[in-house]
């Protein structure tokens, strides 16, 4: 008997774990899967097109299936925010997931969109403004090597962050030790923040920019960070390519 698209699938995800199709490789054509596996192309395509739902391959033009590469980057937890990395040294968040990851970076990998714009719902409701006030906007696309992993994006008080690296438009960090460490120089050192995480289906726009494969989802990332005294200095929005991290959180318990 004929095996079903979900046995199919099963045998291609077994071989792809076990290295028989090694990432960046293809899958054989549809037509020579039919014949190895005894099934008719419908069979095949529903199979692949399981297995790229899951993220395990991808569609490529003029190539085929390719299986996508799977190690995922750490994404760390409190730790990518450690004083000892921007305040006493040099390395920025992104930069701190990189070396966790054993990924060499540079500071270009991170590019850099300033604007004064019109504070929205969720940016005014965040600082106490009125809807429509100006507030800086610093967009960045990060990428490992060529490969878009996500975008960040901070707003700012003018009054707390004009005339500082933090509006200046060049790509890489703001600076030595990054916009945190601009903040505290303006007397605004960061000292504790909330982040908010939730799925969704990427945008048209969203899929294009970070290069997702049809069907990825995406990690969307809202970060409010204040100082001692509880003033708001950052407001951030991130959306992040959900196969490529792996969310690492290293945590005291409460009592």
Known sequence: ??????????????????????????????DELASIHAVNIKTV???VGLLEAEGLVTPVRRRGTVVRERPPMRRLGADRYSKKKWKFGNTVAFAADREASGRAWKPT?????????????AVATAFGL???SPVYERARLV????????????????AHVEGTPLVDPTPGPAGRGGGFAVLTLQGYEPDHMTETV??????????????????????VLTRH???????????????????????????????
């Not at 990998?109 to 719902?121: F, G, I, M, R, S």
Request: glycine share 6%.
């Open 45 to 47: 395509r529903q199979a």
């Open 109 to 121: 990998d991170q590019t850099n969109t300033v604007k004064l714009v019109d504070a929205d719902e």
């Open 198 to 219: 939730c799925a969704r289906m990427p945008t048209p726009d969203e899929t294009e920019m970070l290069n997702l494969p049809s069907g990825e989802p995406v990690m």
């Open 1 to 30: 008997m004929a095996i079903g698209y979900r046995e199919l699938a099963a045998s291609l995800r077994t071989a792809i774990e076990r290295g028989e199709y090694p990432p960046g490789t293809t899958l054989p054509k549809q």
């Open 143 to 158: 990428k490992d090597g060529d490969q878009p992993t996500h975008t960040l994006t901070s707003y700012y008080l003018p």
């Open 225 to 255: 960070t204040y100082t001692a005294d509880n003033t708001l200095v950052e407001f951030a929005r991130g959306v992040h390519a959900a196969s490529r991290f792996a969310w690492t959180y290293d945590f005291k318990l409460p009592d």
């Open 130 to 132: 009125e809807l429509g």
